[in-house]
């Protein structure tokens, strides 16, 4: 059974950097291309970031050019390096496979607030 687990959440002024990081256990990611997703109070789960089996990376608008998504193939894990965090960035984030959805983990919240 695969299972994710996200940490590096917290409390941040905007502005500020956070790195997010996602353990995968039960299943070897060398093979899928991974995702970060967000959801916010209120909204709908959305995809963030994604990076393929050979390290191609996509960015929804709101945050290109800020973040950075990267993966470790060895440690099984996958990053979300977070930059110039605005108020607007506070969600929980979740990592997934991007083309075969799993059981979501638990999440690590972010907030960005002064």
């Known amino acids: 059974q695969v299972q994710f687990v996200e940490s590096g959440g917290g409390l941040v002024q905007p502005g500020g950097s956070l790195r997010l990081s996602c353990v995968v256990s039960g299943n070897s990611i060398r093979s899928d291309v991974m995702g970060w997703y967000r959801q916010g109070l209120g909204k709908q789960r959305e995809l963030v970031a994604d990076?393929?089996?050979?390290?191609?990376?996509n960015y929804a608008d709101s945050v290109k050019d800020r973040f950075t998504i990267s993966r470790d193939n060895a440690k099984n894990t996958v990053y979300l390096q977070m930059n110039r965090l605005k108020a607007e960035d506070t969600s929980v984030y979740y990592c997934?496979?991007?083309?075969?959805?799993?059981?979501w983990g638990q999440g690590t919240q972010v907030t960005v607030s002064s």
């Open positions: 997934n496979f991007r083309n075969r959805l799993s059981r």
């Open positions: 990076i393929s089996v050979g390290g191609r990376t």
